[in-house]
């Protein structure tokens, strides 16, 4: 059994999380500049082996694109292109950073590192993978 990665994928930053190898836990792995992240995922893929590829999509609360969206969707091409034989599952990134910037709050770090935007990206790419493996389950 392979780990499930997650995506968080932004303009300038992508938080990354990852599944154990059992994909019961989810947990952060890093956060990279964007236009590293097809470089970056080769290196991981030939040391880990990864089942499925979760990224986040982004909408407005009316379901309408945001202007991240397009940005997503060449990304989620570019990961059919280079990782052809690895699925790619989209889910709803939809407040993933507030509740990121709250669990922060929640485990006690301090202002200084709450305000650190790439554990913001880590944290919400957790939140998504964990959401997606508690949904997954039921």
């Known amino acids: 059994m392979g780990r499930i990665l997650c995506i968080d994928y ?21 956060t990279i500049p964007s236009n590293t992240l097809i470089p970056f995922l080769k290196n991981y893929v030939s040391k880990e082996a990864v089942e499925l590829i979760v990224i986040g999509e982004p909408y407005n609360l009316d379901q309408t694109a945001t202007h991240a969206t397009p940005l997503v969707h060449k990304a989620i091409q570019n990961l059919k292109k280079n990782f052809p034989g690895i699925p790619i599952q989209t889910v709803d990134e939809q ?36 959401t997606y493996l508690q949904e997954r389950s039921m």
């Open 10 to 30: 932004g303009g300038k930053r992508t938080g990354i999380a990852v599944t154990d190898p059992l994909q019961i836990i989810a947990t952060p792995l890093t």
């Open 95 to 130: 407040y993933t950073s507030k509740m990121a910037s709250k669990a922060m709050v929640e485990m006690g770090m301090k202002k200084k590192q709450r305000q650190v935007k790439e554990n913001v990206d880590q944290i919400a790419a957790t939140i998504m993978l964990q």
